[in-house]
């Protein structure tokens, strides 16, 4: 019998805030959607999610397999967060030894990670939508790498070590960078990984 091979095709979004990352949402109150952002083919899917308050890199393929593979603990994700207050070299040692957290009802440590003060934005992430007035005090930024994806992990960790996270920005997944993708914009590719480099 002859089978015919599926070519599967892949995107990288920059989803913007105030969008949920999926397809339909079946509850009453109306939600903005990816399929507004692009006509994507049927059986698309993101790989993992942000939450409609989270902004920065998705990725979306045709590809169940492809989905398992960025989704797993050898690929990283890197976020930038905006926190309230200047965040300090002591709050940041902590998130980088981990931090206990809650998730689904039960405490959890986090594991090791890398993170660092950020003094200097990437244009991709612009000025986003306005956070809060100047007046209500100063803001900070710090970047956080992590292996592993909790519900809410990198706002439970800010929060946990007193620096509430107010934006949150994914800016890499493995080797691919949010580059110059500007809010709502979507890049086709023909593979996540075409020489397989899976964690640089």
């Given at each position: 019998?002859?089978?015919?091979?599926?070519?599967?095709?892949?995107?990288?979004?920059?989803?913007?805030?105030?969008?949920?990352?999926?397809?339909?949402?079946?509850?009453?109150?109306?939600?903005?959607?990816?399929?507004?952002?692009?006509?994507?083919?049927?059986?698309?899917?993101?790989?993992?999610?942000?939450?409609?308050?989270?902004?920065?890199?998705?990725?979306?393929?045709?590809?169940?397999?492809?989905?398992?593979?960025?989704?797993?603990?050898?690929?990283e994700k890197e976020y930038y967060a905006q926190v309230d207050g200047i965040?300090?070299?002591?709050?940041?040692?902590?998130?980088?030894?981990?931090?206990?957290?809650?998730?689904?009802?039960?405490?959890?440590?986090?594991?090791?990670?890398?993170?660092?003060?950020?003094?200097?934005?990437?244009?991709s992430i612009g000025e986003g939508r306005r956070i809060r007035d100047e007046r209500h005090g100063p803001t900070s930024w710090v970047s956080i790498t992590l292996t592993e994806g909790k519900f809410r992990q990198v706002r439970k960790m800010t929060a946990a070590v007193g620096f509430p996270t107010l934006r949150l920005v994914r800016i890499r997944v493995g080797h691919l960078h949010l580059q110059n993708l500007k809010a709502g914009e979507v890049l086709e590719v023909e593979s996540f990984f075409p020489n397989n480099p899976i964690t640089e």
């Open positions: 019998m002859l089978q015919i091979k599926t070519m599967h095709r892949h995107f990288l979004i920059h989803k913007p805030h105030g969008y949920l990352s999926q397809f339909i949402y079946e509850k009453k109150r109306p939600k903005r959607l990816l399929g507004e952002l692009y006509n994507f083919p049927e059986g698309t899917m993101a790989i993992g999610r942000l939450d409609e308050d989270s902004e920065g890199l998705l990725l979306l393929t045709t590809d169940g397999m492809m989905s398992e593979i960025v989704r797993s603990k050898t690929v965040i300090n070299k002591e709050a940041v040692a902590q998130i980088k030894r981990g931090v206990e957290i809650g998730f689904k009802g039960i405490r959890y440590t986090t594991k090791e990670c890398d993170a660092k003060i950020i003094t200097q934005l990437p244009d």
